[in-house]
């Protein structure tokens, strides 16, 4: 079984910073693409940052220059740091792995999220 912990949210000031880690556990076998998305209230989850094992990277134009997405997998571990945030960032930030799991197949996995509060 794989679990995905995410942590890291919390209140902050507009202009602050906060860094987000997601660790995964469980019988893994190899970690593809890993990513974060967001939701804020009253919308539709959406795509914040991905990076795949080669370390390429992709952000959402909202986020881009303000957001860096890490990995380390030594530890199956991925972190976001957000820079100037905005109220706009407010939401629940979810961590999102594609990955092969020992017994065979792979699939993707969510954590349970975390909130990310900004406030004006």
């Known amino acids: 079984q794989v679990q995905l912990v995410e942590s890291g949210g919390g209140l902050v000031q507009a202009g602050g910073s906060l860094r987000l880690s997601c660790a995964a556990s469980g019988s893994i076998f190899s970690i593809n693409v890993m990513g974060w998305y967001r939701q804020a209230p009253g919308k539709q989850r959406e795509l914040v940052a991905y990076?795949?094992?080669?370390?390429?990277?992709n952000y959402a134009d909202s986020v881009k220059g303000r957001f860096t997405i890490s990995r380390d997998n030594a530890k199956n571990t991925v972190y976001l740091q957000m820079n100037s945030l905005n109220p706009e960032d407010t939401g629940v930030y979810y961590c999102n792995m594609y990955l092969r799991v020992v017994s065979g197949g792979g699939m993707d996995y969510w954590g349970k999220g975390t909130l990310v509060t900004v406030s004006s």
């Open positions: 990076i795949t094992r080669d370390g390429n990277t």
